[in-house]
DNA sequence: TTGACATAGTTAGTCAGCTAACTATAATGT
DNA sequence: ACATTATAGTTAGCTGACTAACTATGTCAA
């Protein structure tokens, strides 16, 4: 995702709205602004587990194997849930069975499956990376109070609704 | 950035703040929604772009230089303006000089520098894309009234005043 | 004035995503 | 029962970001 830095000023969105009739000024800038926030928000996120080693793909793996109560799962149900594809999936549990923070078990009633199970050393990671991100991201999010946090679930569930629209 | 197919329901988030008491579950599930729909919708305008043979790199490349009274600008203050590294825009701008787009004029007072120019093509280029964008982001936002645009705005100035929290 | 540093753009190599094709195994319908 | 189809995971190769190193040119201070 761009970083869209400069982003266009309601001077320069006027004057293409003259050009392209269309254009719908305020949701342009609305549109403009949540990718711009997220974009940076996601950067930040990255800085923050990098320096625990990690990068959103192997944390997000390792969350999901933790929110199981046998802290396993297959790598097609973590590709799913991860939102990838079985190719990058097996990409990611090589990087963290490298380190030693899941292992393979091959599965014994289905041979063509296998399962990922995290480990003791991912846990421990989790038990490190998961507090830290929690307090940055508190603070990061203080000054939004609970009406404005509900407020900001109903703006993006209406956003998202329109995204089909958008394809 | 990851897709984040499957977001933590709030007793997911529950049993977490059990073992890590920092986390604050309406700043987490805001946070995660914020970049679910921003993921959702870049790659929603990356499928809307690629029916014109564009991604958003290119795309928002010819748009800055569109901006331009001159319609040129240098790589390095695109560079800057999007967001990406000057080697990353030596790319974009080879792909956009391949197909015609954009053009590479040598500048007479300072021999290391170059002028991208936006060609005729690339500019009709643009008056095919940006209504077809603007027709679609009008739909996708309509369900927006503006007092909720302008709460979203209000409310991603917060979150962003906080990112450096999260580094 | 000239040596050190700064700036503009490019090149080479890395990385994490992707698609498409592959192997092995399981399930299914005739 | 067995040929076809579906599923699980991997591999190979592509892409567009990135960093680091490079060439060429400009700037500035001793």
Redo the contacts between chains.
């Keep these: ?6 982003l ?1 000023t309601t001077a ?1 969105l006027e ?2 709205a003259e ?2 009739p ?3 000024i ?6 403009l ?3 711009r ?6 950067i ?2 990255d ?2 587990l990098s320096k625990h080693g990690l990068l ?2 192997r944390w ?1 793996v390792l969350i ?1 194997l ?2 199981e109560a046998s802290k396993t799962a297959t790598p097609s149900v973590l590709a ?5 594809t079985r190719a990058t999936m097996t990409g990611l549990i090589d990087g963290l069975e490298q380190v030693g923070l899941v292992e393979r078990v091959y599965a014994k009633d289905d041979r063509r499956s296998i399962v990922i199970h995290l480990t003791e050393a991912g846990q421990a990671k989790l ?1 490190v990376v ?2 830290d991100y ?11 109070d ?1 009406k ?2 509900e ?6 569930d ?6 089909p ?3």
């Design positions: 995702m761009l970083q869209l830095r400069d266009p320069v004057k293409f050009r392209y269309d254009a719908d305020t949701a342009i800038s609305s549109f602004h949540l990718l926030v997220a974009t940076d928000l996601s930040a996120l800085t923050c959103q793909g997000w999901l933790m929110r799913d849930k991860a939102g990838v038990d998961m507090p929690y307090r940055r991201l508190r603070q990061c999010m203080q000054e939004l609970e404005k946090r407020e900001l679930h109903l703006i993006l209406l956003i998202n609704a329109g995204i629209a958008l394809v």
